[in-house]
Each structure stands twice: as structure tokens, then as C-alpha cells.
């Protein structure tokens, strides 16, 4: 059974850092794309950030592109997000997904999903 499980969030002043993990188990977390989502109240889930299996390919959401670094650890079944220069803006709940592929950079573009963890940036 594939589990994700993210931890990290919480409530941080703007311009302040976070950092998120997200713990994997049940799959070869090695075989996978990760990537990161966010879904704010009363908006649709939106990408943030993705990496491929090896650590490259990382793509950006214009919108985080040069505050939030995407990052994994194999050995540990880990990916990381993270956060820096916080925006109120930057407030959601943000999940970790995986996928085989991970090339569509959407939510329909990954298979398994974690339960999510609130970020809050206070202006």
C-alpha cells in the first residue's frame, strides 16, 4: 500500500523559510517522479514543483520559481520542499504526489497523493 506522508508545515511570518518533507512507503520510492502541490481555500490544486526520479528535471511553477528548491533523498524515501521568502500568497495546504511519469504537471498527472500540511504566512 503506497503511503505518503508530509510534515514541516506551519505558521511563519512573510518573508520567513519552511521547509517540507514528505516520507514515502509501500513503492520504490527510486522509480518515481515527485512532485508538489498546493490547493488554497476556495481554489483548484495547483502545481508548485516536480523532480524526477534521478533528481533532475526539476520544474517550477512561475509563481515559486527562485524561493522554493525541490529535492529528494533516495536512500532515505524522502522528497523535500524548500519554501524560502514565504508570501501570504503562499498560504494552502500542500501535498506530495508520485508518479511513474510525472511529465503532465497537473493533479490528474500524478497517481498517489499524501493527506497534505497546512502553510500559513502571516503579513
Known amino acids: 500500500q503506497v503511503q505518503l506522508v508530509e510534515s514541516g508545515g506551519g505558521l511563519v511570518q512573510a518573508g520567513g523559510s519552511l521547509r517540507l518533507s514528505c516520507a514515502a512507503s509501500g513503492v520504490t520510492f527510486s522509480n518515481y517522479a515527485m512532485g508538489w502541490f498546493r490547493q488554497a481555500p476556495g481554489k483548484e490544486r495547483e502545481f508548485v514543483a516536480r523532480i524526477n526520479w534521478s533528481g533532475g528535471n526539476n520544474y517550477y511553477s512561475d509563481s515559486v520559481k527562485g524561493r522554493f528548491t525541490i529535492s529528494r533523498n533516495n536512500a532515505k524515501n524522502t522528497v523535500y520542499l524548500q519554501m524560502n521568502s514565504l508570501k501570504p500568497e503562499d498560504t494552502a495546504v500542500y501535498y506530495c504526489?508520485?508518479?511513474?511519469?510525472?511529465?503532465?504537471?497537473?493533479?490528474?498527472?500524478?497517481?498517489?497523493w499524501g493527506q497534505g500540511t497546512q502553510v500559513s504566512v502571516s503579513s
Open positions: 504526489a508520485a508518479d511513474l511519469s510525472g511529465h503532465i504537471l497537473k493533479p490528474a498527472g500524478f497517481k498517489f
